[in-house]
């Protein structure tokens, strides 16, 4: 079976950096390890960054949320350290914004059989690109491991889960 797998923002900026959070430093082990065995199945990863310019404070995202992050070029841009060598092959997208019209235009040229979502965060741009994903690509299942995301909170988390699950994308890695 074709997958896909598409590891959302995992970057500095959002881990331990500006936005950083306990609950996104707790997924980066679990991620990491979901990466390195699609890889050994020969499963596509795809890595989404989020990328903003110097005058990102300038923008409509930036006057909402006025936290400098994920500059291009900056250490937050990065992909944290821990996922970098995994990424070093694989299709890594810049994305200006929350989600990416270029991931649902590649995943529409792969055609996988299944799509896979990890990564940060759950409530903006996991959220984003699960439901653009399931708008391009509708009889295509779509999931999202929930202990390999992180919300700006947990009470955010849970309710993006719940709004994806309502969208009829698949939630996995859930304790009950």
Request: charged share 25%; proline share 6%.
């Amino acid at each position: 079976m074709k997958k896909l797998l598409v590891a959302v923002d995992m970057q500095v900026d959002f881990v331990s950096g500006t936005l950083g959070t306990p609950e996104a430093q707790a997924i980066v082990e679990p991620v990491r390890r979901k990466i390195q065995e699609a890889r050994k199945e020969g499963v596509q990863v795809v890595f989404t960054l989020d990328t903003h310019r110097e005058d990102y404070l300038e923008t409509q995202e930036g006057r909402n949320l006025p936290v400098r992050h994920c500059i291009q070029g900056t250490p937050g841009w990065q992909l944290v350290p821990e996922l970098r060598d995994l990424a070093k092959d694989c299709v890594q997208l810049p994305k200006p914004t929350f989600g990416s019209l270029a991931l649902a235009r590649l995943a529409e040229r792969e055609q996988p059989e299944e799509i896979e979502l990890v990564g940060l965060c759950t409530d903006i741009c996991v959220i984003s690109n699960a439901l653009l994903l399931k708008a391009a690509l509708p009889e295509i299942p779509i999931s999202v491991d929930a202990s390999c995301c992180a919300g700006v909170t947990p009470e955010s988390h849970a309710n993006a889960l719940a709004a994806m699950r309502m969208c009829q994308i698949r939630i996995t890695g859930e304790e009950h």
